[in-house]
């Protein structure tokens, strides 16, 4: 099997867990469609192509691992939208000016927000695709060696502080590559620890505890979060391929 080793090393990073109320939670991992959308923005893909992003998400085989623990960090944030600066219609990215929609509280109450981040964490991943339909892994590598667009980990103000790609790997699985990546810079001191990871069900004998759910995968084209697939998490080793 051959798959991506890419490396998140990030200030701060931000992974879409389920929102509740004014809190917006992080997972712990990044989830399909947190890859999946990072992927779409390398490749200069829009939300407008729901299609082509469910059927990236669907072919994505994703393990990932903290070499570096993150810390957890609460951001508390609130804006007055009745203000009259923020009656006014706002320019996008796009070039293009937009008003925010919904009833009156929407558009002019006083909203609060608890945005959750991991601080400081250095997370290694393996990324690899089910089949070799269009994009393929070697699309995929061009688009994050050049990306069309910045990336981000997470949510927009997640800029990473190292180029994401680390280059090609193979191995038996997913679970393999992961074990076989080397350890980074950054957690150098922590040589011979293990270290906590996430990889799908069934590529082991995992024990039942370590099975879990985890509600990552999002419909595209109706621009919601659906869907739910069983993971394991556990520690690993790092075990450095044969020479």
């Known amino acids: 099997m051959e798959g991506l080793l890419l490396r998140f090393d990030a200030p701060l ?7 509740v109320d004014h809190h917006n939670i992080t997972d712990r991992f990044p989830g399909l469609s947190s890859f999946a959308g990072l992927i779409a923005n390398a490749l200069g893909w829009r939300h407008a192509d729901g299609e082509r992003l469910n059927q990236l998400q669907d072919r ?18 609130t804006v007055d939208l009745g203000q009259p600066k923020m009656k006014e219609k706002g320019w996008t990215t796009r070039g293009e000016p937009e008003h925010r929609e919904g009833g009156p509280a929407a558009k002019f109450g006083i909203h609060q927000r608890y945005r959750h981040y991991l601080a400081n964490g250095v997370l290694t991943a393996v990324l690899a695709l089910k089949d070799s339909e269009v994009p393929d892994l070697d699309l995929i590598e061009y688009a994050l060696r050049f990306p069309a667009r910045p990336l981000f980990l997470g949510r927009k103000t997640c800029l990473p502080s190292r180029p994401i790609l680390l280059g090609r790997t193979q191995g038996e699985n997913i679970l ?3 074990r076989a990546a080397p350890r980074s810079k950054r957690s150098a001191h922590l040589a011979g620890q293990t270290m906590s990871a996430r990889w799908p069900a069934g590529l082991t004998d995992e024990r039942p505890e370590q099975i879990k759910p985890v509600y990552d995968c999002r419909d595209w084209l109706n621009q919601w979060h659906a869907g739910s697939r069983l993971v394991a998490e556990g520690p690993i080793q790092e075990v450095p391929p044969c020479t």
């Open 13 to 19: 990073m931000s992974f879409g867990g389920v929102k």
């Open 60 to 77: 994505l085989v994703i393990a990932s691992r903290w070499d570096l623990e993150p810390q957890v960090v609460v951001d508390y944030q």
């Open 176 to 178: 393999t590559m992961l």
